[in-house]
Nanobody, 116 residues
Framework: QVQLVESGGGLVQSGGSLRLSCAASGILFRIYTMGWYRQAPGKQRELVARITPGSSTSFADSVKGRFTISRDNAKNTVYLQMNSLKPDDTAVYYC??????????WGQGTQVTVSS
């Protein structure tokens, strides 16, 4: 059974930082691309950052220079370090794993709220 369990969300003031973690089980973690998506109220889910099995990374334009993504294959865990947070970053953040796009596994989500 595949499980992706996110942690690290919460309430932070504008300009602050949070680090999200996603622990995966039930998959051969090292061969999966791992990503973080987010969904704000009334908006579509968007891909924020992803990291490939070879640790190549990409980011949405809205978070470039502020967010970093990393993975620890020994711990089956992916991280999202979020700095200089803005109120517009407020959303539910979801961890996802895929080998083939459109065949994603999903976590349950963790709320990030940035106050102004």
């Amino acid at each position: 059974q595949v499980q992706l369990v996110e942690s690290g969300g919460g309430l932070v003031q504008s300009g602050g930082s949070l680090r999200l973690s996603c622990a995966a089980s039930g998959i051969l973690f090292r061969i999966y691309t791992m990503g973080w998506y987010r969904q704000a109220p009334g908006k579509q889910r968007e891909l924020v950052a992803r990291i490939t099995p070879g640790s190549s990374t990409s980011f949405a334009d809205s978070v470039k220079g502020r967010f970093t993504i990393s993975r620890d294959n020994a711990k089956n865990t992916v991280y999202l370090q979020m700095n200089s947070l803005k109120p517009d970053d407020t959303a539910v953040y979801y961890c996802s794993a895929w080998v083939v796009v459109s065949s994603n596994y999903w976590g349950q989500g963790t709320q990030v709220t940035v106050s102004s």
